[in-house]
């Protein structure tokens, strides 16, 4: 079985997700399982690196931790802007329109975090409400 990895590096990997790529890289090189590691920041609010990326529309941190192999999920991809991805989870959930991700922030900001390059999950999103 594997060593768990330490609460306190997790933490530190995720937040820096937010904002500091080369510590994400820096960490990510020295902890690869971080990749996949969550943070409960309180209450059950969970967040991973790339969903911190997500929120912030730091493409160059999310693109980075997928290129890697993180899991993708519908907040990171309508940050984005892959809409294909967006429409692909909403037609078979349509509840998911109202999904809230980290910090309970909506699936729509997470799509207007991404600027210019999310600007068609943005107009397919508020289609939609």
Not at 23 to 51: C, F, I, N, R, Y
Not at 73 to 96: C, Q, R, S, Y
Not at 97 to 102: E, M, Q, T, V
């Amino acid at each position: 079985m594997a060593e768990s990895i330490k609460p306190e590096l997790v933490k530190e990997f995720v937040y820096h997700a937010h904002g500091d790529f080369e510590k994400v890289k820096e960490l990510l090189e020295q902890e690869p399982g971080l990749l996949h590691a969550s943070w409960d920041w309180g209450g059950g609010d969970w967040e991973t690196a790339l969903g911190a990326a997500a929120h912030m529309g730091r493409r160059d941190i999310a693109t980075y931790l997928l290129d890697r192999g993180a899991r993708i999920d519908i907040f990171a991809a309508a940050m984005l802007g892959e809409l294909a991805i967006v429409k692909a989870i909403l037609e078979a959930h349509p509840d998911m329109i109202n999904a809230k991700g980290p910090h309970t922030i909506p699936l729509i900001d997470h799509a207007k975090a991404g600027g210019d390059s999310a600007l068609a999950v943005v107009k397919y999103l508020e289609s939609l409400k």
